[in-house]
């Protein structure tokens, strides 16, 4: 038979409910009586989700019958662990069906209120409603991107510390080709299992793209989340199985702190992203923790990042282009100039590139700001064209650029507005840029190339550069990294590895350019070596626009 409450404990359930409703705006309260397992709930979540009443017994059993299937055994062990003393509360991520059947995905919190004896006595939490499930992931049951975004807003709010952290999977692609999709969801599936064991009631998970998750803690430390992804990894590379199969996945890690509350969420997730690069470059999947670095300036990088990233969405103002020439190496004359991005206000002078772009780089912002850079690129040198009709103008495109379906047709918009003609522009493909697709990328370049734009694969000889994409995209020009001329001088191999890269740039019809060079000594060397064109301090360093004409439009 079930035990009534007390009526005086009733009294002290409803007062305290009170209380919690209060300071729970925009939230369903509940609160239960853990000696009698008597709860009560808000009048809203029993509408919404068509329960039994405000006041219930057992309300956890009754609850968990909403849960999604599979949610509903995290969510059990986590109640089990709070009523028998093994937890002290949960933070966790459900899907919870409504009065009508519908799915929502629900944000749950609650802590235990301890009595005189150091008895659990009360658990009281609330529960926010993220609305449809069409908001959220189909496949793993985490809300998206946006729904980081909206909880971290709620953080900024009621400036709220927490720690983020982002968790991927590499080369996935490899897993689908091979195996199919539907292994490559059972793989996913089983990756979010281990997620949630991970990281139980220690915040909410999101799938923000792809094989890429987030978790945003309040409890966690940093230190913490590092210990916990190498146990993750080890989880994974040991544990997970599917049909008998091992799948070999490379596991990525990245974390900050969130604390500083003016910072735009886009900014920040920007600089998580920048870090989970930096983990995925080194190979081995070390867990990366973002830097907030102090400048000469006594600048937090996040706040450069962040007015940067304002700048971008005030039609990129306080952005400038600088040109630093490339010459022919027998001649030294003009071939054509590259096109480099400096940002500049009053507060914070002039920033070098290094400092933002590496970071700023993985925003969509970047989208508008490539554009920019184009149509200003294109703009500024127009005129030479009158004096140098075979001037190439190059201009670097980003990842982020590369993998908007509208790329190709905002590059043929912004050659048609100018009235450059598309044989004078030269794109060049950064390292990251190799990431993309490569069937996708060679499709990008085939219809460029079609009307008349070259193509140059930067920074050749480092990275992720291959002969295959080399073939695959047929590049009118090689840029050779000036790390193969920093050392010309005293190690004849450099020499050698030059010459040796330029003959195999001849041999898939390309040109070799030279970066880097900064002495004669160097640019004798490399003369040497048969290269067709240099770009370097030795020459020229980058120029603003005006300078630039000055010195080479009366040639």
Not at 6 to 35: N, T, W
Not at 194 to 218: I, M
Request: net charge negative; with cysteine; aromatic share 12%.
């Amino acid at each position: 038979m079930e035990k009534t409450i007390d009526p005086q404990r009733k009294y002290i359930l409803d007062k305290l409910y009170q209380a919690f409703e209060v300071v729970s705006e925009g939230s369903y309260v509940y609160l239960c009586d853990m000696k009698y397992d008597y709860s009560k709930w808000s009048a809203e979540a029993v509408q919404y989700f068509g329960l039994p009443g405000e006041y219930m017994y057992h309300a956890g059993d009754i609850w968990e019958e909403h849960i999604h299937p599979d949610d509903q055994l995290n969510y059990h062990k986590s109640i089990e662990d709070i009523f028998s003393g093994m937890d002290q509360g949960h933070d966790m991520q459900y899907r919870s069906r409504d009065r009508m059947g519908r799915y929502v995905v629900c944000t749950c919190r609650g802590t235990v209120l301890w009595d005189a004896d150091g008895k659990p006595d009360y658990f009281v939490g609330n529960i926010r409603n993220h609305g449809s499930v069409n908001s959220m992931d189909s496949l793993t049951g985490f809300q998206n991107q946006f729904g980081l975004f909206e909880h971290l807003n709620v953080l900024y709010s009621k400036q709220e510390k927490a720690n983020i952290m982002m968790i991927g999977v590499g080369h996935f692609a490899t897993i689908n080709e091979m195996w199919g999709y539907d292994f490559g969801n059972i793989v996913i599936h089983k990756l979010v299992q281990r997620l949630k064991e991970q990281f139980r009631n220690e915040g909410v998970l999101y799938r923000v793209s792809g094989v890429k998750f987030v978790l945003l803690s309040s409890t966690l430390s940093l230190e913490e989340m590092s210990k916990r992804y190498e146990i993750l990894k080890k989880e994974i590379s040991e544990k997970l199985e599917v049909d008998g199969y091992h799948p070999n996945l490379q596991i990525y890690g990245s974390a900050l702190e969130v604390k500083m509350f003016q910072i735009n969420p886009q900014a920040m997730f920007s600089c998580l992203e920048y870090a989970y690069n930096i983990s995925k470059e080194r190979g081995n999947g070390e867990f990366h923790v973002f830097k907030d670095e102090i400048d000469e300036n006594r600048s937090s990088l996040l706040t450069l990042i962040n007015v940067i990233r304002k700048s971008i969405l005030n039609d990129c103002d306080d952005f400038i282009l600088y040109y630093q020439p490339i010459v022919y190496t027998q001649t030294g004359k003009l071939r054509g100039a590259e096109a480099l991005l400096r940002w500049q206000n009053a507060e914070y002078g002039l920033v070098p590139p290094n400092r933002f772009i590496p970071i700023i780089e993985n925003d969509p912002a970047f989208v508008q700001l490539g554009e920019w850079i184009l149509q200003k690129a294109m703009t500024d040198t127009k005129p030479l064209l009158q004096t140098h009709s075979d001037f190439e103008l190059h201009v670097n495109v980003s990842y982020e650029q590369l993998r908007q379906d509208s790329f190709v047709s905002s590059v043929k918009n912004i050659l048609d507005e100018t009235g450059y003609p598309a044989k004078n522009l030269c794109l060049e493909i950064t390292e990251r840029c190799r990431l993309i697709d490569v069937k996708r990328l060679t499709a990008i370049v085939s219809e460029l190339r079609s009307i008349g734009v070259c193509f140059a694969m930067d920074d050749f000889g480092t990275g992720y550069s291959s002969m295959d994409i080399l073939n695959r995209l047929e590049c009118e020009i090689v840029k050779i990294d000036k790390v193969f001329v920093d050392n010309i001088t005293n190690d004849a191999k450099d020499a050698k590895l030059i010459s040796a890269i330029n003959q195999m740039a001849e041999i898939y019809g390309s040109n070799a350019c030279v970066e880097g060079v900064e002495s004669e000594e160097q640019y004798e060397i490399v003369r040497e070596c048969g290269v067709s064109s240099i770009q370097g301090y030795y020459f020229s360093k980058p120029l603003p626009v005006e300078t630039f004409f000055e010195k080479y439009v009366t040639e």
